[in-house]
C-alpha cells in the first residue's frame, strides 16, 4: 500500500501486560515518529526517529514505554506492565523526503487497557 | 512551558461562509507551522506549512497566516462546504528537534448546509 500501516487497529489487554504496537512506514521515509492522543486531546509526542540517528525520546513517558525501529523501515513501539491510563490511541507517521517536512499519519491503534 | 493553544469550542458555521480558526503559541517563534485536518477515527491529514519568513500561504479555499509578533497563525476555510466538517490541528516544529511536532488540542469545525 502507499500509507502508513498500523497494526493492530484496536488492542484491548490487562493491565500489567505488555503490548506491542506496530507501524510500517511509507517505504523510503526516512523519519518515523510515535504519537499518543487520548479523548478529545491533541497529539502528545512521543518518539522520532530519523534515518541513521539515534531517536529523540523525549516523550516517551516512562520507562515502561520503549520504541525500536529496524532496517530504518518497521517501527514497534512496546509498552510494558500497561496501566490504565496508558488507554489512547496511538499514532505513527512518517515523513522526511526531498526536505519536506509535512508528516503522513497511518489510522492508528486503539489500545484499552481494563 | 511552551504551549500551543487553539480555541476548545467547537465552531459552527454555515455553508458557503468562511470559518478562521486561531493557533497561538508561547516562548520560541518555530521556525514552521503546519496546519492538520483530522476526522473521527482517522490519523491527520497534512494541510498546509507556513514558515517563519512567510506571511501567508494559499491552497484552493485554504489561507494561512504567520504572525511571528503577536505569536499567531490564522486559518481560513473559504466558501466553507459540510464536506469540510473536521477538527482542524495546528502544529509547530523546527526546535530543538527538526522534525519534532507540537500539536495543539484541534479546534472542531461544523459547517451546516
Known amino acids: 500500500g502507499a500509507g502508513v500501516s498500523q497494526s493492530p487497529s484496536n488492542k484491548v489487554t490487562e493491565k500489567g501486560k505488555d503490548v506491542e504496537l506496530r507501524c510500517d512506514p511509507i517505504?523510503?521515509?526516512?523519519?518515523l515518529y510515535w504519537y499518543r492522543q487520548s479523548l478529545g486531546q491533541g497529539l502528545e509526542f512521543l518518539i522520532y526517529?530519523?534515518?541513521?540517528?539515534?531517536?529523540?525520546k523525549s516523550g516517551l513517558p516512562s520507562d515502561r514505554f520503549s520504541a525500536e525501529r529496524t532496517g530504518g523501515s518497521v517501527s514497534t513501539l512496546t509498552i510494558q506492565r500497561t496501566q490504565q491510563e496508558d488507554s489512547a490511541v496511538y499514532l505513527c507517521?512518517?515523513?522526511?523526503?526531498?526536505?519536506?517536512?509535512?508528516?503522513?499519519f497511518g489510522p492508528g491503534t486503539r489500545l484499552t487497557v481494563l | 512551558s511552551q504551549k500551543i493553544e487553539q480555541n476548545s469550542e467547537a465552531l459552527n458555521i454555515q455553508e458557503g461562509k468562511t470559518a478562521t480558526l486561531t493557533c497561538n503559541y508561547t516562548n520560541y517563534s518555530p521556525a514552521y507551522l503546519q496546519w492538520y485536518r483530522q476526522d473521527p477515527g482517522r490519523g491527520p491529514v497534512f494541510l498546509l506549512l507556513?514558515?517563519?519568513?512567510?506571511k501567508e500561504k494559499r491552497k484552493e479555499r485554504l489561507k494561512v497566516t504567520f504572525d511571528t509578533t503577536l505569536k499567531q497563525s490564522l486559518f481560513h476555510i473559504t466558501a466553507s462546504q459540510p464536506a469540510d466538517s473536521a477538527t482542524y490541528l495546528c502544529?509547530?516544529?523546527?526546535?530543538?528537534?527538526?522534525?519534532?511536532?507540537?500539536f495543539g488540542a484541534g479546534t472542531q469545525v461544523v459547517v451546516t448546509p
Open positions: 517505504s523510503g521515509h526516512t523519519a
Open positions: 507556513i514558515r517563519e519568513n512567510e
Open positions: 507517521a512518517s515523513g522526511g523526503t526531498s526536505g519536506g517536512y509535512e508528516q503522513f
Open positions: 526517529f530519523q534515518g541513521n540517528s539515534a531517536p529523540d
Open positions: 502544529a509547530r516544529g523546527g526546535g530543538d528537534s527538526w522534525g519534532k511536532l507540537q
